[in-house]
């Protein structure tokens, strides 16, 4: 399906010179000379590469059909992370390359999202927000609290975070897992 550059809007997939890409943000520009144009920035759903881009106001392009399936996370095969259908019980295995940024938030038996485009998985959605313990971190020490400080903790799944002094070995915590940030015990 054809679509225009005033079609253009935050989420939308395109394909563009045999690459599909997702648009992160876009502005129309018209200058007092000259016609109008679009100013885009663009991420590669298959390598993860972020890319600005000029398109003529009006130009055409191949909306790109992406289906997300919500999976189960089931575990670790060698280089690889076994998934299940939540329907109909299929299980398809994802190279770890693919999914690098999101390793660090993944889980056995988390739901996810499996991102596709046709038969080819270009990666997976975890949730905004992960619950995860902590395994190592220096132990908060009494009057330490009141700068608002923090020190960094180590997590089950090897993610290393910049938390409060307050935080033992053992909590639970919520982490922001679109930036990696601390955002409060769970």
Known sequence: MAISTADFKNGLTIEVDHAIWRIIEFQHVKPGKGGAFVRSKLKNLRTGA??????????????AD???????????????RVFMDTDNFEQIEVPDDQIK????????????DLVQYGSEVLGIEVPNT????VVATE???????????SKPATM?????????????????????????????RA
């Not at 940024?101 to 996810?112: C, H, S």
């Not at 132990?139 to 700068?147: C, L, V």
């Not at 089950?156 to 955002?183: A, H, R, W």
């Open 101 to 112: 940024a999101q390793l660090p938030y993944l889980q056995e038996n988390m739901n996810v």
């Open 130 to 133: 992960v619950v995860l313990e």
């Open 50 to 63: 972020v890319q600005e881009k000029t398109f003529r106001a009006g130009a055409k392009m191949e909306r």
């Open 139 to 149: 132990p908060g020490i009494k009057g330490n609290t009141a700068s608002g400080g």
């Open 66 to 80: 992406i289906q997300t399936r919500s999976m189960q996370y089931l575990y670790e095969d060698g280089s690889n």
């Open 156 to 184: 089950n799944t090897g993610l290393v975070v910049q938390v409060p002094f307050f935080v033992n070995e053992g909590d639970k915590l919520s982490i922001n897992s679109t930036d990696g940030t601390y955002i409060s």
